[in-house]
């Protein structure tokens, strides 16, 4: 399997930076692709963002609409098994995040599902985590409807309505 991360920014690369690499250090499978998602208008980020390990991807396109168009973007730069979602603030931390969160997703056997970690308050976990198949039955890993905020919730929504939510330790 095959975990893409899909990373959303916009004018922090001094964050970006260090989100990056923080993150590329835990990811233990050389199979895991980072894609870092920058607007073409992010003159900042395309000048002082540097790459530093042949898994991170930088995909510059127009700045779209919506978060959820952002995302979705980024899963169709590179195709994989489970889509991770990141921003630019949250670098993962623990050693090996991909591969526990791909062995989370295996116990999906029609591959339609959500992994989730520790809950960031009463409601919803730090992370979201889709894989392939729901993407394809979704339209993506989030709608495009919302400009800036709620794609975690309706994914929330779906995942807790199809009872498809597994858990990753990281």
Not at 31 to 36: E, F, M
């Amino acid at each position: 399997m095959i975990l893409t991360a899909v990373l959303a920014t916009r004018g922090r690369p001094e964050l970006l930076q260090r989100t990056v690499d923080i993150t590329v250090t835990n990811m233990s499978l050389q199979s895991t692709r980072l894609v870092v998602m920058v607007d073409e208008d992010d003159t900042e980020t395309l000048e002082r963002f540097a790459v530093k390990d042949h898994r991170v991807q930088v995909e510059v396109r127009p700045r779209p609409d919506s978060l959820g168009e952002k995302f979705n973007m980024g899963c169709e730069a590179s195709p994989a098994d489970v889509y991770l979602a990141m921003v630019d603030y949250a670098p993962h931390v623990t050693p090996g995040f991909d591969a526990l969160i791909l062995k989370a997703a295996s116990v999906f056997p029609d591959g339609i599902g959500v992994v989730y970690n520790h809950l960031a308050n009463l409601s919803f976990p730090q992370i979201n985590a889709v894989t392939h198949r729901l993407t394809e039955l979704m339209g993506g890993m989030y709608p495009e409807w919302f400009p800036y905020w709620f794609v975690d919730h309706w994914l929330d929504d779906v995942a807790r309505t199809i009872d498809r939510i597994a858990v990753a330790d990281v």
